[in-house]
């Protein structure tokens, strides 16, 4: 292993500069070289990728998004744009991928280092904690911090204009962040796609609270359940009540990565280059139980199973 | 002047707390008795209110919302609402009103004070900035800082992932949240009440700009001219590039209150406490070109003119 | 268990009140009475305590500090203390305490409780992360994430002017805090008490970047191992550059705790009511790779394991 | 005017960035050259300058620092100093300099722009805000709201533990920034460097306080008028009581800017730029009266008046 590259690929999240960061300077570090490809599989397909230096990567650690930049290519998943990114790993002499991303980044990964024989090491970067066999995704601990300012924003005028809100967050088929958001913001309720939501029966705790006094109410939904214009429109017809829905979007993608964040991408960024230096591939690094962990990218990539009973029981206890 | 009350009316703003601490605090220091009032003029037509104290509001300075709850009452605009409302102030022995909101709590007082002859001084607070006369409302600051922040967030995935971005940000018919975040966004388009938009201009500027390399855009919409998605709709079948819309919606609303909301509601509670005690009514307290003013309440409650040209000029100066 | 208290003692840290708002309403959700006690053990002294019903801890869960206050007690370090806090135990009906703090809170818990007989069960919150047996403690994340906002600032400054930062973060004889803040705010040098630091050879590494061109420098230095005006001065003697110090001192315990501090706080609050209930007592509770655990006050209270050296050789690697 | 360059001198501010982008890219938009200049005065006697373009400024508005860096520089206040300087000047056809900093660096751009006769424009930076004759300085109400964010933080340990807190704010000679947080803070007292405190008087008051069951405090001090530590230690010696200092220090300095550092920079960047088209020279640019005004370097370099009197009232009326 002389030479390797670092791309980031899929959605951005907050800690993958921190993880690009770290596989540059660590590479560096062990005597590698180590090469840069701009906007994912496409810069390798276009041969936009360069020899990064250890003041590449200066000044990134605290920045959201990606330097590398990021793009969904679907020439990729062509017989011939896959042929014409083998073209340039050999060209330039790219031993090994170093691929920063999520369920799709993988997906992807597996298929071309089992096809042309590279060794593809997965780093987990992706809000929606969605990658299965891991505990936690880079990126995530900054959107759910994002998404709780949210909420204690929203509970402002919640409480005193004694309304209801419905809130939706990001996450795709995961309630990992929703559940996480409706936690921490001591909100009343939560839809996650994991769990089927009963309106009605959320209509009736509104309905019986209001008559105790319990006037302001924040719902928050995960985009995979449903989504807060309608679920907003429905309460308001079920109960009377005004209703309003928020969206919080793609504020939840950006900014300034937390510790946690920060600190994954640190971690995981070194222990990629490690197992690319002692032969590893078709993998992904990551941590579960505090421990770092390699598992085959065919099991990161399979629907992540997510144990939320406990969660949502203490969402319910403490509302 | 013997005993004031204060009420928050209309939508919440951050830096109502600390006008209300402002008013309490600095009626007592002035040896007037001061009653807080709950739930705007409902709480006046249900006698919702009580005696305050210099302890009724410790540690409100930086938070969000408002303690006395605010609500919009149907009520008081009828002829028995406003008569039960004024029995309150009979009852209660109140001299005078430090009426904390936007253009329609000043529209209230402005018809209750003058048919009842009670002194009412409003005091601006409104994320919206849509007070005439004056030149900042207590939590537009905050609200465009807030709306800032999320900019920041959304400009990491729009460069990282070089897209096209709508964001609409709060402000009704006012276009000042959308062009101050605009500017200090570095926004490369803004769209406002205030000045007719062209959405085939827009998208001729987005395309020339791919050509020229430029790949991602960030467009801020007021509220008040249109909404992101259907704009970002539009672009999209316009342009052909994918486009994403983000309503930024009630966070803007909350949160702890800037350096500039909190110091205005302070300066501007006690500028209203003053105006109560030298005999002023059916007025506006506010600040305009740095000092205190005051302003009748038919100036303050038409339609803010906003000369919008300059900042939109340096808008697109810069971008 | 009929009855249990809750009492918050030690330093202050970011999620207590998260803590107080689980054990109340969980407790009320198993059909618990739950009191506060206000001041930690002073208050069990002299009676300064309530019954809590679940609107007693609405709108605390995302604010700093303690709503139940919290002390220094040396009285209850006397027999006579003691004493008199049992009599209010008995007097009140109090079945078991749950006690959220540090080290010196469970220390004087496991004394109280083991010679009257209470059973005691201890909640960590101490943004230090001292406590031995468990992976992290309520508030400790969001003391990390103040201080790497902070570093982030002081970074500013470091590379716009060239210059060498020495600042000190908290953590008392724990090298935690800043280890991980030295890590994620991308440091050169961190000095920890696990450690022997050696000043003349950070001043050569100093020297040596200085003459490739490496000008600014961020070293953080734990409490426990030195002070940063003293080390400035020693780093400027011995180098001849401008060095100024920073000690980021109490910003550090305060302010909205991050979502992994009120997460904590939430399920730690109800494993500790579940272990009062079910008979546990002069124990701690806490996480321990990702999974709850108890722990007996007499491991939780000696001096913290910290393998500090995998991090501490990331950030070298990566600087 | 074909050619002009712009630097930034002095202690670094948040929004200097966002001023060289307004500088960069008016200037281009009027059809000049822009220059940018590194570390100041030390850039042009060094000949450390380069051509910027549209793109050289893109990414910058949000970031604390300044992208020129900037320098202290002794070599300009000799002869031969300020003789390269013009050489350089000469040599790269510079017909105007935008000098963005604070007093020191427009005393420099004084002398050298007479002395030389090239027309120089102040663009006023400094967190201190203590240029005079104008309203505020580019980036003091970063620094605010950054040093309130920090009391925000230290009001929940001084309320949780009821201790007194000492916090040294930044300023220099000039109090703004401390009476601006005491303000904002709910602060009980501020000691500023236009007034002279009576620490027996404060002590007095305390313990006064603490008679009547007030038992936390918070004291601004002003870094002109003395320091944290020593009055913590004053205090503590007077009353009997337990007193904490903190020296907020260089946080203050950086961070993103607020919108209002932004808008101030952006709008005074192209103001400068229409200053040196137009002719003028030996000024600062900057707001007053919420006006754009352009006062002699003569007059913005003497000690500032800051008219406290008023605001210091409104901080004890309220506390």
Not at 196 to 223: F, P, Q, Y
Not at 232 to 242: M, S
Not at 261 to 271: E, F, K, Q, V
Not at 303 to 310: A, I, L, R, S
Request: with cysteine.
């Amino acid at each position: 292993m002389k030479r390797i590259a670092v791309l980031t690929t899929g959605g951005d999240a907050p800690g993958m500069n921190a993880a690009i960061r770290s596989v540059v300077r660590y590479g560096l570090n062990q005597k590698l070289e180590v090469m840069g490809v701009f906007r994912g599989w496409w810069g390798l397909i276009n041969e936009e990728l360069k020899v990064f230096s250890h003041r590449s990567v200066s000044g990134i650690i605290n920045q959201g998004g990606t330097i590398l930049k990021t793009a969904r290519c679907h020439e990729f998943y062509t017989e011939e744009g896959q042929s014409r990114a083998y073209e340039t790993v050999k060209k330039y002499g790219i031993d090994g991928l170093a691929v920063i991303g999520g369920n799709g980044s993988f997906t992807a990964a597996h298929l071309f280092g089992r096809k042309y024989n590279i060794p593809c090491i997965g780093i987990p970067a992706s809000i929606d904690n969605d990658v299965n066999g891991i505990d936690i995704t880079i990126g995530a601990d900054t959107a759910i911090n994002t998404a709780l300012s949210a909420i204690d924003n929203i509970r402002d005028t919640a409480t005193s204009m004694e309304r209801i809100f419905v809130v939706e967050v990001m996450g795709r088929d995961c309630g990992y962040i929703a559940l996480s958001v409706a936690l921490g913001g001591g909100c009343e309720e939560v839809m996650i796609p994991e769990r089927k939501s009963d309106i009605n029966a959320i209509c009736h705790d509104i309905v019986n609270g209001n008559l105790r006094g319990k006037m302001s109410w924040i719902i928050v939904v995960a985009e995979g359940s449903g989504n807060a214009p309608d679920i907003a429109k429905q309460i308001n017809e079920i109960t009377g009540l005004e209703t309003r829905p928020v969206v919080l979007g793609h504020i939840q993608r950006g900014g300034r990565p937390t510790a946690i964040s920060r600190d994954l991408a640190l971690h995981l960024g070194r222990a990629a280059v490690d197992a690319l230096i002692r032969g590893d591939s078709d993998k992904v690094v990551g941590f579960k139980e505090s421990k770092i962990v390699s598992i085959d990218f065919e099991i990161a990539i399979v629907k992540k199973y997510f144990n939320y009973e406990n969660m949502y029981k203490l969402v319910k206890e403490l509302s």
